[in-house]
Nanobody
């Protein structure tokens, strides 16, 4: 069982930066592929980024590639999402997800655990 708690969301102006954190419980965090998703009001959830268990591979959705960076610190049981050059249309609830010993995937349902999310609001 893994519990995920996101933090770091808030209000930022367009063009600004935020770093989200996702803290995981459990001793086997290092075995999990981790993903970030976001959902804006009235829109479907969308994949943002993912990172393999050892951080050796990452994958990004096209809209964020080059502006967002996903990383992890297995010693701290934490995965991060550094976001820069934020846009108003990226206002959403950002959630992390964990996939046990899985390869990278953009499919939300292929993850096994999910956090409650943290609100990111980008003002214009």
């Amino acid at each position: 069982q893994v519990q995920l708690v996101e933090s770091g969301g808030g209000l930022v102006q367009a063009g600004g930066s935020l770093r989200l954190s996702c803290a995981a419980s459990g001793r086997t965090f290092s075995l999990y592929t981790m993903g970030w998703f976001r959902q804006a009001p009235g829109k479907e959830r969308e994949f943002v980024a993912a990172i393999t268990w050892n951080g050796g591979s990452t994958y990004y959705a096209d809209p964020v590639r080059g502006r967002f960076t996903v990383s992890r610190d297995n010693a701290k049981n934490t995965v991060y999402l550094q976001m820069s050059s934020l846009k108003p249309e990226e206002t959403a609830v950002y959630s992390c997800a964990a996939r046990y010993t899985g390869s990278l995937t953009v499919v939300y349902e292929e993850y096994h655990y999910w956090g409650q999310g943290t609100q990111v609001t980008v003002s214009s």
